[in-house]
Nanobody
Framework: QVQLVESGGGLVQAGGSLRLSCAAS????????MGWFRQAPGKEREFVAG????????YYADSVKGRFTISRDNTKKMVHLQTSSLKPEDTAVYYC?????????????????????WGQGTQVTVSS
């Protein structure tokens, strides 16, 4: 079992940056593909970025490609989402998630339904 706790959200002006972090517990964290999702008011939760359990492969939603970077440190059981050039439309609650049962060290999970564990979320608000 994995427990996830996000941090790093806040209020930032458009064009600014934030570094979101996700702290994980559990002995098998290093074998879980990880992802970041976000949910804006009145909208469905959407995929933002994902990383394979080895860290070798990453994948980004088109809306954040070139602006966000996902990374992980398996020794510290941490996943980060470095955001930059933030836009008001990036405003949302950002969630960290973990998926279990993937043996490939290169596989990135993009489907929300395939994630088994979720954090409580951290609010990101971008003002114009």
């Amino acid at each position: 079992q994995v427990q996830l706790v996000e941090s790093g959200g806040g209020l930032v002006q458009a064009g600014g940056s934030l570094r979101l972090s996700c702290a994980a517990s559990g002995r098998t964290f290093s074998t879980y593909p990880m992802g970041w999702f976000r949910q804006a008011p009145g909208k469905e939760r959407e995929f933002v970025a994902g990383i394979s359990w080895s860290g070798a492969t990453t994948y980004y939603a088109d809306s954040v490609k070139g602006r966000f970077t996902i990374s992980r440190d398996n020794t510290k059981k941490m996943v980060h989402l470095q955001t930059s050039s933030l836009k008001p439309e990036d405003t949302a609650v950002y969630y960290c998630a973990a998926a279990s049962g993937y043996s490939s060290s290169y596989y990135v999970v993009r489907d929300l339904e395939k994630y088994d564990y979720w954090g409580q979320g951290t609010q990101v608000t971008v003002s114009s």
